[in-house]
Structure formats: C-alpha cells, structure tokens
C-alpha cells in the first residue's frame, strides 16, 4: 500500500478562508478516486496561511478490475436500435452481447471486464479536476491568465510511493492554469518565508513533516492551535496573569502564523481607566491580540501577541512596534469614549430617525417608540418587571447606535449604552437591560434572568419577529437573513428558563398593533397581513423552534405537535408542562396501550365515517348500552371526564394523566367483547358514538392522533 502527498503553494491565503479550503481540497479529490473504485486508509488535509496539503495513506497501486454491464434493446428490436445499442457499448456485433430474461422478456446486455486504472493517473485526474472546480468564496487573477485562485499559486509537491507523481508515459504531473503556463509536479517546498525560504526536497509524508518544523512551519492546523494556547498560558503565568479565553481569535490567529511565536506586551497606565471591554475589542478587532486578567478577573496592563517570527532580540523591536500602535489605537478610541459622555443619551435619541430599521417597517426611532409601549404590555408578565424602568430602559437602548465608539466597533452596541447611562446617572437596573436586550444571541450565550433585562430582551425580539412577519420576510430553507429564527430561540429561552407564564397571541397582538399606529401616524406605506393570520404563523414558526429545543432535551418532536394541534396554546410554561405529563405517560405501561386503544378506536371511526360521510362526535344513548362492557365504557368515560375538566383548569396534568390510565381495562374489555360494526344499524350508530367519546375524551389533553 502506497501513500500520497500533495502540498499547493501559494501567497497567504486569507484566514477564513483555510480550513474549509483544506476541506474542499480532500473531499473532491477523493470523491474523484471513490467513483473510480479506489480505497484507502486515511485522508487527512492540512491548512496554513501559504500552503494547502492532503496526505493519504494505504492506497493500492491501482484500482480493482471490475465488471461493466450496460442494458440494451429487447431481442427482435428494430436493426436501429441494435446499432445504436453496439455503437454505446463498444460491441463489434450483437453476437457478443448476453441475453437475458426480464420481466419485459429477453434483452440484450453488454457485459466487459474493465481494468482497473493506476492509482498515479487517477491522482492526477482528480487533483486536476479539484483545482479546476474549487469552489473558493472569493478568488482572483494574475500575471496575464484567466486562472482563479485564491491568491498566486506558486509551487505544487505531489509524491507518490515517494517519487514525483507521473503520468502513464512516465513525464511529471503538471497542470496548466488556464492562460498561464502549467505548473509541474516537484518534490521540493519551501519553509517560512523570511527564517527558511530555500527550497528543500521531501521523500515521503513523515520527512514532509518533519523537514517542515525545522524549515519553521508547523503543518497540522491544530498542533499550531494548541502550541500557540499553551505558549499564551505559559507566558501568562509568567507575569502572575490568566489568558481570557477566546476561541474565534485563537482560529483566526492559528491561520496567520507558520510559526507561532508568543509575546508580551504593555498597556499604558493611562488606557486602563477605559471600559474594559473597549480594550479587549480594540486589541481583539484591530490587532489581532489576547486580553490578559488578574487571576480574580481584573483587568491586566499587558497583552500577548502572536508573531509569525523568530528574532534575534527576542522579539523586543517586534513587541515595542505593537506597543506603539495599541498606544494609537486606544488613543482613539479613548477621544470617542470621552466625547461620547459629553452628550446624555437622551439627548441621542432624535438622531436614531436617521437610521433605517427597514424600508417598510421605519427606521430604529420608530422602533425604540414601539418599544416603549411594547415594554409596558410584556411588564405585568415578569415579576418585579417595573413598567417605568421598562420605559426609560426601552428610550436608551438603542441611542449607543449613534455614539462614535459604536460606529468605530458595532459589536459594543448595548455594552457602551451600558457605561453612558450609568455616567450619566441611570439606576443599575436600566443600564443593565440596554446592555443586555440583545441577548440571548445564541444557544451557548447567557440569558438574561433580571426582570427589567427580561422585559427589554422580550421586546426586543418580539417587535422584530411581528414586524417581519407581517411584511412577509420569513425565513424560507437555509436562508434567514433577519435571524428570525435566533430571535425566536431567544424568546423561548427567555421564558422558558425564567418560568414566565405569558400569553404569547397576546402580545404579538399588541406589538402588531404598535405596528399599524406608527403605520398610519408616519403616513408608510406597508404591507402589513392581517393580525389573525400572522399571529398564527408566529406560533407555528415558535412550534418548529421549539422542536428544536426539545429534541435536544430528548423530547420528541410529535408531543409538540400533539399538544400544538390543540390550538389556542401560546402558553409555553403550560405547554412544556403538558409536553412533559404526557410523555411520561406515554412511557408507562397503561399510557402505551392506552394509545393503542386510541389508535384503534379512531381508525375504526376514520373508516366509518368516511364510509357513512357523517360525524359520529355526540353522546351514545343510554338504552341502546346492551353489553356489560359498554356501559361500563360509558360510565367511565363519563367520570373520566368530569375528573380531569377541573384537573386541566389546575394544569395538573400528571394528574388527569392518572385519571386517563385508570380507562385501560374498562377500554381493553370494550375491544374484547363488543363487536362495534353491528348488524342492527342503531347499535352500530351507538357504539360508533361511544369510540368518539374515547377520542374526545383523550384529546383534551392532546390531539392523540398526531403521537407517532
């Protein structure tokens, strides 16, 4: 078995870019050699600010002979279609050809054993058609070609059994990119660009590896992560400090260093006075930094950075240079953070009707008066949610969008709100619910728990999903430009995690009517659907996110719909509950078959009625119960259903839960003795009744029918 390297060199590709190009790369190179028969032991793909690399190993020398069958015409088809049938098949005549017996009687069928091809000249069929269908985002030309790529390819080693892949005729692989001349196969690279730029050659995977840590390029993406997390800590400690976690950096960094070189550097005294968070953003955004903290969580007056270089001074020059243009850039963003506090918040406001929410839905002052009112109506659902904070939170939240730190760095909306207001007086509460109405911005994001936060958060979303709703811009497939579904997410996070109990068809009622005021006060002109229709739109697309939701807990989806299909639920406490009564009803013995007994129950009155074109929903009469078993079928569902009316109107559901398994024997007996389709038609009319006061009787908890 046989092993495989290929390595494109080229200019620095962009970060983002790399790891999914390492992938693009393997999967369709192999993908080419699976069609073709071909297997192997291991593919794995390497990424690297210059070089793209695929490793393979435990390929055969070639793949395995196989045998092709084509189908031709039926025996005594027309001569055309004969000659056409050996001219696709490769034929001389059709007495070369198989006949075999179909169920459409006998055909003709061309049957050849194929060789199976070289390994070498299947790697660089696929390595051709891979480069030449690479589906990079974003791409470019040089010199004088029509060839795309992400950046000038420059080199391109490609070994296989440890010499320089060839064509069948012997020659070195080598492409031609289109309109420039064709780069062939080598079994040299080159290292770092400035520590170690003299070509070397390689003899196989392991030497690759190898001569490249010490040409000063670590290959494998991850080693590069984790070399450049431990020097980071490492360097940390020493000065007493921890590293701030950050993952998305740490990706980033990993694809703009060869050759990780961790250093130190200072902050000036004079720029820890600044909002932690500014710093963080500013060394983060601009300078690529790690943040640096006290091992209590203060703030430190250091940073670390992440060269791609060796030096003889230890990196002093390298680190004095970053020192100086951090110096710059907090000084910057100092002058916005002090002319930011000279204007109350308040007095921003104005300014947001110059900012566009939507073309058809106004702009973030319309927004930010919906809001106000929007906060008021969500207040009287949260506990302790105080209407007038909820008010004064809603008039701020949005006024950062117009301060110049924000502009500088958008991701601190909301967290800079938070700063100005408390500079500028506003209770801790306030400021706390413009910072985080935002959030929960996602699945692993921190959800808000104080109520004004809440309250805010709520609105926030709410708006935003009525709103787009009602101009008709949902989500449709993998495309969700307005994070409709994020927004939706957040809401049930929101109130699932905090025990809310809140009408939901309520409030979208209330913020689409916010909508229609501001409507028809600004003169819009909108699209706006009617309530009713959005409101059970809504509600459907919160029944798919919530889904979602469950099924990470392992509930199943059908209980969701189960319970939905009641209709009118927009409870989501109340709905969880009932979700979670009835699936560990559904687990026990009695609830099981139970179920059963639904299931077999409804599908006779789907026939029946279907049969028959009538309902048969209504009260059996009484005189025509001649069977033990149904009357006492009726009675029990009678007292079942007396029993858990008021059980439901508790919301003890694990209690009419009990209610219903108590109905297992007397239902089982029923389907035992009672013989439903009747001779006398009366008596089949009744006991058609009594079936649908089984099914309506369970569906008060759940529409039975939808439970998988």
Known sequence: MAEFLLELLSEDIPARMQVQAAEDLKRLVTEKLAEAGLGWDKAIAHSTPRR???????????????????????VGSPEGAIQGFLKSSGLGSIDEAQIRETDKGAVYFAVRDVRGENTADLLAKAIISAIEQFPWPKSMRWANGAARWARPLHGVLALFEGDVLRHRDGTPFSFALSGL?????????????????????????????????????????????????????????????VLVPDEPLLEEVAGLVEWPVVLVGSIDSAFMTLPSEVRRTTMRANQKYFTLEHPGGKPAPRFLIVANME???????????????????????????????????????????????????????????????LVVEIA????????????????????????????????????????????????????????????PLGPTDVCPTAPLSVVLALAEKIDTLVGFFAIDEVPTGSKDPYALRRAALGVIRLIVENGLRMPLRSLFQSAYEFYRTDAQHHGFTRSLGGAALLIDQLLTFFADRLKVVLKERGVRHDLIDAVFALGGEDDLVRLLDRVAALQEFLTTEDGGNLLTAYRRAANILRIEEKRDGVSYEGQPDPELLTLPEESALAEALKAAASEVEPLIAAENFRGAMAIYAKLRPVVDAFFDRVTVNADEPALRVNRLRLLSRIRSTLNKIAEFARIA
Not at 52 to 73: I, N, Q, S, W, Y
Not at 217 to 235: C, P, Q
Not at 312 to 326: K, P, Q, S, W, Y
């Open 52 to 74: 793209l690399a695929l490793v393979m190993k435990g390929l055969p020398l070639r793949a395995p002979d196989r045998t092709d069958e084509r189908k031709g015409p039926r």
């Open 311 to 373: 030096t003889e001074d230890g990196g002093d020059a390298i680190v004095a240079g970053n020192e100086r243009v951090l110096r710059a850039r907090l000084s910057d963003a100092r002058f916005f953070y002090e002319q930011d506090l000279k204007t109350p918040l308040r007095e921003l406001r104005p300014k947001l009707d110059k900012i566009a929410f939507h073309a058809k839905l106004g702009s973030v002052l319309d927004r930010v008066i919906r809001l106000e009112k």
């Open 181 to 241: 001349e064709a780069l062939p196969a080598t079994q040299t690279t080159t290292g770092h660009r400035f520590l170690a730029p003299d070509p070397f050659a390689v003899k196989s995977v392991a030497d690759y590896e190898q001569k490249l840590l010490d040409h000063y390029v670590v290959a494998d993406r991850e080693k590069r992560k984790w070399r450049i997390l431990g020097d980071a800590k490492r360097r940390a400690e020493e000065h007493g400090l």
């Open 380 to 439: 009287q659902y949260v506990p302790r949610g105080n209407p007038t904070q909820a008010i004064a939170a809603a008039l701020l939240c949005k006024c950062d969008l117009v301060t110049g730190m924000v502009g500088e760095f958008p991701e601190l909306q909301g967290v800079m709100g938070r700063y100005y207001a408390l500079a500028q007086g506003e209770v801790g509460e306030v400021a706390d619910a413009v910072r985080d109405h935002y959030k």
